[in-house]
């Protein structure tokens, strides 16, 4: 197997673990979006999908990559945009992006210890100290960008964030589209308010 190939395959399975263990967050994932002020968000009509979303020598869409497209796509004619012919007939492009990071988190706080002890006689003590804890976890992001296809510009970009889990895959095209849901409910419209 090329290295291209073997990279492509360890990408594709980071990809579905982040996007399956999204679903899974321990709390849900933070949400949050930014936008390019005085952009008419409701004069788009049509988009497509980048062409850099599949990595190069490539030869077939991960699932995870088809669930993402077919979620985002919902969530666009929701709003009443259609899918482009072709990015050279679209308003916007539509791009996505996953990844993981590994944390560690520290806490501290005070505590207290006493106790007895033994030896030539029992004595009785207590202090006050400091306990400090470590974690480790996995935080995994989607970043979802739209891009005005006329100016190359990147107009909106909405991210999810969240603290990883393990968990079972259940159902990964509802998994995938309930995260894509939650970013697309701060996409900046006026249009019948968001049908």
């Given at each position: 197997?090329?290295?291209?190939?073997?990279?492509?395959?360890?990408?594709a399975?980071?990809?579905?673990?982040?996007?399956?263990?999204?679903?899974?967050?321990?709390?849900?994932p933070?949400?949050?979006?930014?936008?390019?002020?005085?952009?008419?968000?409701?004069?788009?009509?049509?988009?497509?999908?980048?062409?850099?979303?599949?990595?190069?020598?490539q030869?077939?869409?991960?699932?995870?990559g088809?669930?993402?497209?077919?979620?985002?796509?919902?969530?666009?004619?929701?709003?009443?945009?259609?899918?482009?012919?072709?990015?050279?007939?679209?308003?916007?492009?539509?791009?996505?992006n996953?990844?993981?990071?590994?944390?560690i988190?520290?806490?501290?706080?005070?505590?207290?210890?006493?106790?007895?002890r033994?030896?030539?006689?029992?004595?009785?003590?207590?202090?006050?100290?400091?306990?400090?804890?470590?974690?480790?976890?996995?935080?995994?992001?989607?970043?979802?960008?739209?891009v005005?296809?006329?100016?190359?510009?990147?107009?909106?970009?909405?991210?999810?964030?969240?603290?990883?889990?393990?968990?079972?895959?259940?159902?990964?095209?509802?998994?995938?589209?309930?995260?894509?849901?939650?970013?697309?409910a701060?996409?900046?419209?006026?249009?019948?308010?968001?049908?």
């Open positions: 197997m090329n290295i291209l190939k073997m990279n492509y395959l360890r990408n399975m980071l990809c579905l673990a982040t996007l399956v263990l999204f679903a899974s967050c321990a709390s849900k933070k949400i949050h979006s930014v936008h390019e002020s005085g952009v008419d968000f409701d004069s788009y009509e049509t988009y497509a999908f980048l062409d850099s979303l599949t990595p190069e020598g030869e077939y869409q991960s699932l995870v088809k669930y993402l497209k077919e979620s985002i796509s919902t969530e666009l004619k929701a709003v009443g945009m259609t899918e482009a012919s072709s990015a050279d007939a679209a308003d916007v492009l539509i791009g996505f996953i990844s993981t990071k590994e944390k988190q520290s806490t501290s706080s005070p505590s207290m210890y006493y106790g007895y033994g030896g030539y006689g029992y004595t009785w003590g207590a202090g006050y100290g400091t306990e400090t804890r470590i974690s480790q976890y996995t935080e995994g992001t989607l970043n979802i960008d739209v005005d296809a006329a100016q190359k510009q990147l107009v909106w970009e909405g991210v999810a964030v969240g603290r990883l889990k393990e968990s079972e895959i259940k159902d990964l095209r509802t998994d995938v589209s309930t995260v894509v849901n939650m970013i697309f701060e996409y900046p419209l006026n249009k019948a308010e968001k049908k």
